[in-house]
């Protein structure tokens, strides 16, 4: 009997995944010396490449029915307006669709129904950050009359990302070796490695856009990108002797 416990027990453990296994040799092996545990940071910064703005059109009928064409009727002219300006259809998507009573109350009287309030938004990514501005315009002509944003950002940052950890692995090694040195001691080996994620530091500041009515389909608006910081921290641990 005790020979097939065993045997079990060893077929559980051959079949537990290699990461697993790995992870276990890691947190098990033992220091010899003394032990460090340094938090290190690296930093770099891009500058944005991608803007995300929401835009919308808010219309107001005597019916539900009226509310909500005439809203999809103004998001097709968007649309349509940002395809023209060359914004692919993958960068617009539908974010919002909503429709709302709206009613009076009069003093000491029950409320009354007077219409209907449709909104119709999407969210639109840029790739052109500084033509964005004048795309904008264009689409408060169209008859958008509700934009915000914009949400400044890195398309593809796993490139800055891998930078970052790059400098946060040489920040970890030459703070173990000040220790190392201040202590008398050497650095003898890494014995592990950990990253809490990759983090975006908020771009340049940008005044968020109000709501936009007709009034200003004269505006000249300017999106400038800035800078975006993007951070990587990584715990670490040393043996010194």
Avoid: H
Wanted: no cysteine; proline share 6%; hydrophobic share 40%.
């Amino acid at each position: 009997m005790k020979k097939v416990l065993v045997a079990v027990l060893l077929l559980g453990v051959a079949a537990l995944p290699s990461a697993a296994l790995a992870q276990q040799s890691t947190i098990n092996q033992s220091i010899a010396g003394t032990r460090l545990d340094i938090s290190a940071t690296g930093e770099v910064t891009r500058v944005p490449d991608l803007a995300i703005i929401s835009a919308g059109v808010q219309s107001r009928s005597t019916t539900a029915s009226g509310a909500l064409q005439d809203a999809a009727d103004r998001m097709q002219r968007v649309i349509a307006a940002l395809k023209r300006a060359g914004v692919a259809d993958r960068d617009i998507q539908t974010s919002n669709v909503s429709l709302n009573p709206e009613y009076r109350y009069p003093q000491n009287e029950a409320p009354q129904l007077v219409g209907y309030t449709a909104s119709n938004s999407v969210s639109v990514r840029f790739r052109d950050i500084r033509n964005s501005g004048m795309i904008l315009d264009a689409l408060v002509a169209q008859g958008a009359n509700q934009i915000n944003g914009p949400n400044l950002t890195i398309d593809k940052p796993e490139e800055a990302l891998d930078e970052a950890r790059g400098k946060a692995v040489a920040t970890g090694r030459a703070r173990a070796e000040l220790y190392a040195r201040s202590l008398g001691l050497r650095v003898v080996r890494v014995v592990s490695v950990s990253e809490s994620g990759g983090d975006f530091g908020p771009p340049r500041p940008i005044p968020p856009m109000a709501p936009m009515m007709a009034r200003a389909q004269a505006a000249d608006t300017k999106i400038e990108p800035g800078e975006q910081r993007l951070q990587v921290t990584l715990a670490m641990t040393f043996e010194l002797q």
